[in-house]
């Protein structure tokens, strides 16, 4: 069955550590990728996304994610880490069906 | 408007009344998705649409919940004879066939 999977489930950082968050999926066909970041008491908002070219994407605030396809991964990094980084992030996928699926999150915790 | 619209933005109803939840999506947007995310937890999957037409139903928990999609458009999400395990807040997004997918900003429901 097609998933998503983000292996940390909560971490826990210093201001100015560097970050990398996992996200695999399990689908053979052709995705799209998302991270989207959930700021405490607020709706969901697109970090980044993948759909074609260049595997390493740069997005808002300071994220970048590498998508590489024979490992089935996305993995979204930040080099430093800001207690305003204080959020849950989940890794989304769109399949060529159209159809969204989300990993569980990974909550991180930033203390200053 | 510009972005997905969820109406009502809360909701407090009483064990076994129904409710219902609207989703306007953006204006063209082909795909619609509902979700849901209780206190704590991830997001889950409940439907999506392709039009008017839902290819996966999977996520519904329940025959309680149900949803349609009529003129390609505006979305319902029926919970009927509510229960206090269907306490969250449901989130719809849409998006243009493999483009990014946009949120709207919830609908809390607390069932008392």
């Known amino acids: ?112 | 408007g510009a972005g997905v619209s969820q109406s009502p933005s809360n909701k407090v109803t009483e064990k076994g009344k129904d409710v219902e939840l609207r989703c306007d999506p953006i204006s063209g947007h082909t795909a619609l998705y509902w979700y849901r995310q209780s206190l704590g937890q991830g997001l889950e999957f409940l439907i999506y649409f392709q039009g008017n037409s839902a290819p996966d139903k999977s996520g519904l928990p329940s025959d309680r919940f149900s949803a349609e999609r009529t003129g390609g458009s505006v979305s319902t999400l029926t919970i009927q004879r509510t229960q206090q395990e269907d306490s969250a807040v449901y989130l719809c997004a849409s998006s243009l066939t493999g483009y990014t997918i946009y949120f709207g900003e919830g609908s809390w429901l607390t069932v008392v």
Do not use: M
């Open chain 1, 1 to 112: 069955a097609q998933s998503v999977s983000q292996h940390n489930h909560h971490v826990i950082l210093s201001e100015a550590a560097s970050l990398e968050l996992g996200c695999n999926y399990s689908y053979g066909g052709t995705v799209n990728l998302f991270w989207y970041v959930q700021y405490p008491g607020q709706h969901l908002q697109l970090l980044l996304k993948y759909f074609s070219g260049d595997p390493l994407v740069k997005g808002i605030k300071g994220f970048e994610a590498e998508f590489i396809k024979s490992k089935f991964s996305f993995n979204l990094r930040k080099p430093s880490v800001q207690w305003s980084d204080t959020a849950e992030y989940f890794c989304a996928v769109v399949l060529n069906t159209d159809k969204l699926i989300f990993g569980t999150g990974t909550r991180l915790q930033v203390f200053p």
